[in-house]
C-alpha cells in the first residue's frame, strides 16, 4: 500500500522519482530451492518491513480441473483442500456467499488494515504535522526578516471596492469551512495521540478524564467534518465561476514572478485583480480542494465511489510507474483497500492544502497592511491598489473617474 | 463583515441541511459497513 501511495503521489504530483526501490524483493525471485514456496529471502525480507511477491501463495486457491476424480484410487471430492481455501479467503479471490447484504460483505478478510494504520499513524501524521509546524515556522521567520509589508506611498483616504459582497460570502464560505474542516481533521488524527499524553500509571483517573472528554470531542467532530464539507464543496464551485476568469494565467504573471512579486523589495510589479500568487493559490486550492472534495465524498459513501482501482488502471495504460521504476499499480483493489488510500490521499493531500492556506491567512492577515480590508469591508485603499494590484486600479479608477456620458447612455 | 457572518451562518445551515437530508433519504453509513442484526449501537 506504501508503494503504491507513493508512486501515485509521485506521478500525480509529477515528481521526481526520488524514492528508492528499497522497500521491494525482486519481481522474480528464485524459488526453485523450495519448490515454489517461501524462500529464505522471503522471510528476511518480510521481517525487514519490506514487499514480498506472494503471488506462490495468493494463486495456489485450489483447481478443481486437476482434481483426481473420486471414482479414482485417492480420488478427492473437490479441488481445493483447506488450506486452498483459507488462501482464497486471506486474498479475497474465495467464492464467498453471505446474507448480509452490503459491498464489502463477501470479504471477508482483508489484510490491508494494518499497514493503512501504520502509514495513517506514521508517515502521514509525522510528516504531515512537521509540514504545518514548518510552514509556521517560516512565516514566523518571514515576519521577522521582512516585517509586516506596509504601503509604503501616502495613503489617500479615498478607497476602491475591490470585492463585492458574494464574493466576499463565497470566500467566507469556503474559509470558514476549510478552517473547521482542518481542525476536526487533526483532532481525528492526532486526538489519540493527544490523550496518550495524559496515560500515567500514578494518575489513571486523568487519562481516563482525558478519555471520555475526548470521545466527545471526536463525536463531534466527525459530525462537523461529514456535514461542514458540503459547504466546503459548494464554496469551491462558488468561488471557481466567479474567479476562474481572473484568473487564468498570463504575461504580468511572468513579470510578476520575475521579481518575486517584490516581496522583498520596494518595487511593487504590476499585476491585475489577481497576481501571480494568489493565481497560485487560486488553482492550488481548485485542484486540491477538488481532490480532497472527491476523496472525501468516497469517504462519506463508504463503497459507493471507488476511484482508486480506476485511476491506477488509467496511470498503468500510461505506463507511469515504469518512468519511476515501479511495477504496474495493482487495480485488483478490495473495497475495504479502496476506502483506505481514499483517506490517505485525504489527509496527504489536505495537509498540503492546509500549508499553502495558513501561508495565505498570513498573507492576508498580519502579514501585509490593508490586505484583510479586501474581504473584510471589501474596500481596500487606493495607494494599496495601486501598489499590489496596479493594472486592476487603474481599470477600477478610470471606469470610476470617466465622465458620466462615457460610463451609460442616455435614453432618448 | 456582514458577508462574512452571512457565510458562517450559510455553512451552519448547509451542514444542518445536509445532515437532515441524508437522515431523510435514509443514508447511513454504519449500514455500509455491517447490518443492523451485528450491531450494538442501534438495537
Redesign the interface.
Known amino acids: 500500500m506504501v508503494r503504491r501511495l507513493l508512486a501515485l503521489f509521485l506521478v500525480l504530483s509529477l515528481g521526481t522519482g526520488a524514492f528508492a526501490q528499497e522497500g521491494f524483493t525482486p519481481s522474480d525471485p528464485d524459488r526453485s530451492a523450495t519448490g515454489g514456496a517461501q524462500t529464505l529471502e522471503d522471510i528476511m525480507a518480510r521481517q525487514e518491513q519490506m514487499r514480498v511477491d506472494d503471488s506462490f501463495r495468493s494463486d495456489l486457491t485450489g483447481d478443481p480441473d486437476a482434481a483426481a476424480p473420486t471414482t479414482d484410487q485417492l480420488g478427492t471430492r473437490g479441488g481445493a483442500s483447506d488450506p486452498d481455501l483459507w488462501r482464497g479467503l486471506r486474498y479475497d479471490t474465495a467464492d464467498v456467499t453471505t446474507q448480509?447484504?452490503?459491498?464489502?460483505a463477501t470479504t471477508l478478510i482483508q489484510d490491508g488494515g494494518m499497514r493503512w494504520v501504520a502509514f495513517r499513524e506514521g508517515p502521514v501524521a509525522v510528516y504531515g504535522g512537521y509540514l504545518l509546524l514548518a510552514t509556521i515556522a517560516l512565516l514566523a521567520l518571514f515576519y521577522v526578516i521582512r516585517g509586516r509589508i506596509r504601503i509604503d506611498g501616502a495613503k489617500t483616504g479615498r478607497t476602491i471596492t475591490r470585492f463585492q459582497?458574494?464574493e466576499?460570502?463565497?470566500?467566507?464560505?469556503l474559509?470558514?469551512?476549510f478552517i473547521?474542516l482542518g481542525i476536526t481533521g487533526l483532532i481525528s488524527l492526532f486526538g489519540r495521540k493527544a490523550i496518550a499524553a495524559f496515560q500515567s500509571a500514578d494518575n489513571p483517573e486523568n487519562y481516563e478524564r482525558a478519555r471520555e472528554v475526548y470521545a466527545t470531542l471526536a463525536l463531534g467532530s466527525k459530525?462537523?467534518h461529514?456535514?461542514?464539507s458540503?459547504?466546503f464543496m459548494?464554496?469551491l464551485v462558488l468561488i471557481f465561476v466567479m474567479w476562474v476568469w481572473h484568473n487564468l494565467p498570463d504575461r504580468t504573471d511572468i513579470k510578476w514572478l520575475a521579481q518575486g512579486g517584490g516581496i522583498f523589495t520596494k518595487h511593487h510589479p504590476p499585476a491585475k485583480k489577481f497576481n501571480a500568487g494568489q493565481k497560485l493559490i487560486f488553482w492550488s486550492v481548485i485542484v486540491l480542494g477538488g481532490s480532497i472534495s472527491a476523496s472525501g465524498l468516497s469517504l462519506?459513501?463508504?463503497?459507493?465511489l471507488p476511484m482508486f482501482a480506476v485511476t491506477f488502471d488509467k496511470i498503468n495504460a500510461l505506463g507511469i510507474p515504469g518512468w519511476f521504476g515501479f511495477s504496474p499499480l495493482d487495480t485488483a483493489l478490495a473495497p475495504h483497500e479502496e476506502m483506505q488510500y481514499a483517506q490517505l490521499w485525504h489527509a496527504i493531500v489536505s495537509f498540503v492544502l492546509m500549508a499553502i492556506i495558513i501561508a495565505h491567512i498570513y498573507i492576508g492577515s498580519v502579514g501585509m497592511e490593508g490586505a484583510y480590508d479586501a474581504?473584510?469591508?471589501?474596500e481596500v485603499e487606493e495607494q494599496w491598489a495601486r501598489e499590489h494590484h496596479s493594472i486592476w486600479a487603474e481599470e477600477v479608477l478610470a471606469e470610476k473617474n470617466a465622465p458620466p456620458s462615457a460610463q451609460a447612455t442616455p435614453a432618448e | 463583515?456582514?458577508?462574512?457572518l452571512?457565510?458562517?451562518v450559510?455553512?451552519g445551515l448547509?451542514?444542518?441541511?445536509?445532515?437532515l437530508a441524508l437522515d431523510q433519504i435514509g443514508?447511513s453509513?454504519s449500514?455500509?459497513?455491517?447490518?443492523g442484526?451485528?450491531r450494538l449501537d442501534d438495537g
Do not use: C, T, Y
Open positions: 448480509a447484504r452490503g459491498p464489502a459582497a458574494v466576499r460570502f463565497g470566500h467566507w464560505l474559509a470558514g469551512s473547521l459530525w462537523i461529514n456535514n461542514v458540503w459547504a459548494i464554496a462519506l459513501f463508504p463503497f459507493e474581504m473584510g469591508s471589501g | 463583515m456582514k458577508a462574512m452571512l457565510a458562517f450559510a455553512m448547509v451542514a444542518v441541511g445536509a445532515d443514508f453509513s449500514d455500509r459497513g455491517s447490518s442484526d451485528v
